[in-house]
């Protein structure tokens, strides 16, 4: 069955997640045309980030499809992926991957806090998107950013792609509902864009600082 949110418009699936929706399954390499998007993107995406020689992290980075491309840009790059067989192969690269997967706001992951993440297309796998947004919140920096890529709903109406509808996928984003479900989880987006023929959803996002009430208290006083 597909459902909407009232809400927040956010389109759903009401299956359960498949067994294995904790880890990232990508195609065995990365095509040419693929990898030049990925490191203009991520050349990018760490300028205005203000990223380089900083620590970025990738959530569910597989078998360090994507991780090797931004290794190589001037940044310290860390991965987290379930799948022993993937951390295995990404340390194998000379990665820097642990094993893991953010089931709660308090989560910690390994070598944070971390001034960057990017998560792509795989927050709409996960049942416990508001836990896996917040465990990555409280793993960042003040000042952390993220980049973060979802297919685009628009693009499935629109050109009735209706096989895009499978189990793996519980969530389906337009602009609008990935900016909510962003903002309720403490990011502010500040750059948002449709990218690789429109079939994706690509927003840079910025850590929204947390209110002191206990200052504020004070300030009242």
Not at 99 to 104: D, F
Not at 108 to 136: A, C, Q, T, W, Y
Request: glycine share 6%.
């Amino acid at each position: 069955g597909i459902y909407q949110c009232s809400g927040c418009g956010l389109v759903q699936l009401n299956n359960l997640p498949v067994s294995y929706y904790r880890e990232v399954i990508r195609a065995v390499s990365v095509s040419e045309e693929m990898k030049n998007f990925r490191i203009k993107q991520f050349e990018e995406f760490l300028t205005e980030a203000n990223l380089k020689n900083k620590k970025v992290i990738e959530i569910g980075c597989g078998h360090g499809e994507y991780l090797e491309i931004m290794q190589k840009q001037e940044v310290n790059s860390f991965g987290l992926e379930y799948s022993q067989k993937a951390v295995d192969s990404c340390i194998k690269k000379g990665l820097i991957v642990s094993k893991g997967y953010i089931e709660t706001e308090n989560y910690k992951i390994e070598n944070s806090p971390f001034d960057g993440f990017f998560i792509l297309n795989f927050l709409e796998h996960l049942p416990n998107i508001n836990s896996v947004l917040r465990g990555i919140y409280n793993n960042l920096t003040d000042q952390g950013v993220g980049l973060v890529e979802v297919p685009n709903f628009d693009m499935i109406l629109e050109k009735n792609l209706f096989s895009e509808f499978m189990n793996d996928h519980l969530f389906y984003f337009n602009q609008d509902s990935l900016k909510t479900t962003l903002k309720i989880n403490g990011f502010e987006v500040i750059k948002s864009s449709n990218v690789w023929y429109g079939y994706m959803i690509s927003m840079i996002v910025k850590k929204v600082k947390k209110i002191e009430i206990d200052s504020f208290h004070e300030h009242q006083d």
